[in-house]
């Protein structure tokens, strides 16, 4: 996409919507993604307070529209958003090591995160997606 996929996905209607429950004793990255309809691309959108999707954004290292592209070193392209949700979850202190495609340059940017407790109530940056 030229422009943010995220919102260029909202905009011609290609985003879909999908909540994916999780157990609350797991950790997690605190993301939210968008999966454009046609591609079946997962974008990142939000991220919640205090998370470290939240550290990589306000580093600069995590932007809305960036494509997901691997979890601990296996591609992810041709998943569903509840195989990637499962992946990203666990146990909280542990880390995992999520691959981005940015959408401005289209460089590969792999970042550590830590799972974190989930805090479903702090998502910020996209009030207009959905929580995944």
């Not at 919640?48 to 494509?67: H, Q, Y």
């Not at 979890?71 to 990203?88: F, H, K, P, R, Y």
């Not at 805090?119 to 009030?127: C, N, P, V, Y």
Request: glycine share 10%; net charge neutral.
């Amino acid at each position: 996409f030229a422009v943010d996929g995220c919102d260029a996905c909202r905009k011609e209607g290609r985003s879909q919507v999908q909540i994916t429950p999780v157990q609350m004793r797991q950790g997690g990255i605190g993301a939210v993604f968008v999966v454009d309809r046609e591609s079946r691309s997962i974008y990142f959108s939000a991220a919640s307070e205090g998370s470290s999707s939240c550290e990589a954004v306000e580093n600069g290292s995590l932007k809305r529209g960036d494509l997901l592209v691997s979890i601990d070193g296996v591609d992810v392209s041709n998943m569903q958003l509840e195989q990637v949700a499962t992946m990203l979850l666990g146990s909280p202190g542990s880390a995992v090591t999520i691959g981005f495609r940015s959408n401005s340059d289209r460089a590969l940017c792999l970042i550590r995160m830590e799972r974190r407790p989930l805090q479903l109530d702090k998502i910020k940056f996209a009030k207009d997606y959905a929580t995944v």
